[in-house]
């Protein structure tokens, strides 16, 4: 196994582990601090959007044009794009509203004495949660293996946004299954393998998809990570971000986001 299969395996387990840090988070803060949390789901948005349309969908774009041509390489690029946006898209509606990761958790709902020990309703919403995650996070370990494997600045870049991404998901996961059983360890073991389902989603992509990678397929997976990347910063990201704002600390961080992206990428060129 090369350096760059395992750099990319290492760098899709530690996005998905981040649904544990959520689940410290909830367990050992007192408050959710809004700003810091609004700034970095900006930045990460930034950082998706901006390396999904600058780089990855113009390198996906170069791949089809120089193995099927201009018009239709094109063609297959956008196609494989809204694919992408379809697939996630497609995920989000068979997961119900009240167990879709996008609806946030805050840490102080852990201190809420209000609310109901040993609730099965509560178990029940938790549990689904993670497998919620579980399959939503399955796409982004695909996209952030393939993005590793052809350039590791961009698959690092990708991991780091997509952990901040996951760290409000792991508390979504830990308050329900918390008040439910009034069980920290039980809580933190589904948060933390609820994010497991992004190594998975990388092992299969390299089982699958890796014995058949020729350029076609590459920019079809490429422009489809772009899909689901930039579906899940505008659907997920950005309105997590403005749900915690506070004087527009959520677009400071997506700016920041991309500035650092479009740095770091001139960087290496």
Known sequence: M????????????????????????????????????????????????????????????????????????????????????????????????????????????????????????????????????????????????????????????????IAIHNIPEGIAVSVPIYYATNDKKKAFKLSFLSGLSEPIGAVLAFLILMPFLTDVLFGVIFASVAGIMVFISLDGLLPAAKKYDEAHTSIYGLIGGMALMAISLLLFI
Not at 71 to 85: D, E, L, P
Not at 90 to 105: A, S
Not at 127 to 153: C, D, R, S, Y
């Open 2 to 161: 090369s350096e760059e299969v395992i750099l990319a395996f290492l760098f899709t387990l530690f996005a998905g582990l981040a649904t544990g840090i959520g689940s410290i988070l909830a367990f050992f803060t007192k408050t959710t601090n809004k700003k810091f949390l609004s700034f970095s789901l900006g930045f990460s948005a930034g950082v998706m959007i901006y390396v999904s349309m600058i780089e990855i969908f113009v390198k996906a774009q170069d791949a089809l044009i120089g193995e099927l041509g201009e018009v239709q390489g094109s063609w297959v690029t956008v196609c494989s794009f809204f694919g992408g946006i379809f697939l996630i898209a497609l995920i989000d509606q068979f997961i119900p509203k009240q167990t879709n990761p996008h609806e946030l958790k805050k840490v102080e709902e852990m201190k809420d004495t209000s609310k109901s020990i040993n609730n099965p309703d509560l178990l029940k919403m938790g549990t689904f949660t993670a497998l919620a995650i579980g399959i939503h996070n399955f796409p982004e370990g695909i996209a952030t293996f393939t993005a590793t494997l052809q350039n590791p600045e961009i698959g690092f870049a990708i991991a780091v946004a």
